[in-house]
T-cell receptor, first 115, second 109 residues
Framework: NAGVTQTPKFQVLKTGQSMTLQCAQDMNHNSMYWYRQDPGMGLRLIYYSASEGTTDKGEVPNGYNVSRLNKREFSLRLESAAPSQTSVYFC??????????????FGQGTRLTVV | AQRVTQPEKLLSVFKGAPVELKCNYSYSGSPELFWYVQYSRQRLQLLLRHISRESIKGFTADLNKGETSFHLKKPFAQEEDSAMYYCALTSNSGYALNFGKGTSLLVTP
């Protein structure tokens, strides 16, 4: 069972470079999420997709774009990376259960450093 | 806006001592609340959810709507409980899932 798979696991970018973080889930979940994890800040929601074809901003969307390519895949793009975007990025997916009580499953994370 | 507050960044207890990790929330509707745990070098995973009223690994959490709290408790902490604990909230719509800043629990022998 692959669950939620993120690529790459590690990445170093120069300021101003662009890149796309990939996420795929094989659990047929409707909802998918992107978070960043920073020391002392916990997990902050960047964007989420309630279902295929829809995306919404979370708490910290600036500097990011997302694409829900299909039900399985949800990518996060940094158009012009900045040192402030150095973080560990997590993708998650969640089934569409009554009142949102479904369990979220997380990827292993992508450690991104912007120099 | 929905918000989750975990006031303690770090909580250190001795093995066998009771532990309580605090979580307060702000949300105008009826939220669904969760505790997630991240053990060292492992993925973040669900520990328990309030709707299930379950006890997992000896942990329980009770939703107190009056105090808008969902504190996580365990009567006797074990060393293997050392981990990062996150309280999370999802709205009535069931889509956005927001986390607190997390509490690092350290259980020492």
């Amino acid at each position: 069972n692959a669950g939620v798979t993120q690529t790459p696991k590690f990445q170093v970018l120069k300021t101003g470079q662009s890149m796309t973080l990939q996420c795929a889930q094989d659990m047929n979940h409707n909802s998918m999420y992107w978070y960043r994890q920073d020391p002392g800040m916990g997990l902050r929601l960047i964007y989420y997709s309630a279902s295929e074809g829809t995306t919404d901003k979370g708490e910290v969307p600036n500097g990011y774009n997302v694409s829900r390519l299909n039900k399985r895949e949800f990518s996060l793009r940094l158009e012009s990376a900045a040192p402030s975007q150095t973080s560990v990025y997590f993708c998650a997916s969640k089934p569409q259960e009554r009142k949102g009580v479904g369990e979220a499953f997380f990827g292993q994370g992508t450690r991104l450093t912007v120099v | 806006a929905q918000r989750v507050t975990q006031p303690e960044k770090l909580l250190s207890v001795f093995k066998g001592a009771p532990v309580e990790l605090k979580c307060n929330y702000s949300y105008s509707g009826s939220p669904e609340l969760f505790w997630y745990v991240q053990y060292s070098r492992q993925r973040l995973q669900l520990l328990l959810r309030h709707i299930s009223r379950e006890s997992i690994k000896g942990f329980t959490a009770d939703l107190n709507k009056g105090e808008t709290s969902f504190h996580l408790k365990k009567p006797f902490a074990q060393e293997e409980d050392s981990a990062m604990y996150y309280c999370a909230l999802t709205s009535n719509s069931g889509y956005a899932l927001n986390f607190g800043k997390g509490t690092s629990l350290l259980v020492t022998p």
